[in-house]
C-alpha cells in the first residue's frame, strides 16, 4: 500500500496497492477507515479539537476554533479516554524487573493555585523524573 494523492476524498490522499501479483491491486481505501477518526466527518477539526481539548481550553472556544458543534466535541471528550484506557489495558507500561531499581517522581509545582488569591496563573509546571539505577556504567550504556 502506498499514500497517494487524490481529488475524491475530503482528505486528499488514499491508500492504494501497487503490487500488481495482488488480488487488490490498484484498489483504494480511505486513511481513516477503521481508525479512531472514522466517526467524524472532518478530521483536520477533529485533530484541531483534540489538540485544544489537551490544553484545557473550554469546550465553547473549543467550538469557536475547530468549528465543529458541542455535540461533537462532548463525543470526542469522552470517546478519548476510553480509547486511552483501552490501549494502555492492552499495553501496559511495566517498570522495573530483575535486580533493577526504578524510583518515579513527578513533581507539580503552581498546580494547587488559591483562586481568590491575585491574579490566576494558566500555566503549570509539570517535571517528571526518572532514576535507573545500571549495573553496567559505561557511556553508550547512559546513553
Known amino acids: 500500500m502506498v499514500m497517494k494523492k487524490t481529488k475524491d476524498t ?4 488514499n491508500w492504494r496497492c501497487l503490487n ?6 490498484q484498489t483504494t481505501k480511505s486513511l481513516v477507515f477503521e ?5 467524524f466527518k472532518c478530521v483536520r477539526s477533529t485533530l484541531a ?3 485544544h481539548l489537551s490544553q484545557d481550553v473550554k469546550i465553547e472556544k473549543v467550538a469557536i476554533f475547530s468549528k465543529l458543534s458541542k455535540n461533537t466535541i462532548l463525543k470526542l471528550k469522552n470517546e478519548l479516554p476510553i480509547r486511552m484506557r483501552i490501549y494502555f489495558e492492552r499495553n501496559p507500561v511495566r517498570l522495573g524487573g ?6 518515579c517522581d513527578e513533581t507539580m509545582l503552581n498546580h494547587k493555585i488559591k483562586p481568590h488569591r491575585g491574579a ?3 500555566s503549570r509546571f509539570v517535571n517528571l523524573s526518572l532514576l535507573i539505577r545500571v549495573s553496567r556504567q559505561r557511556v553508550d550504556m547512559l546513553k
Open 20 to 25: 500488481y501479483l495482488c488480488q487488490k491491486y
Open 35 to 39: 481508525s479512531f477518526f472514522e466517526s
Open 10 to 13: 475530503k482528505i486528499g490522499y
Open 120 to 122: 490566576h496563573q494558566q
Open 98 to 103: 530483575q535486580e533493577v531499581i526504578i524510583q
Open 49 to 51: 479539537a483534540m489538540i
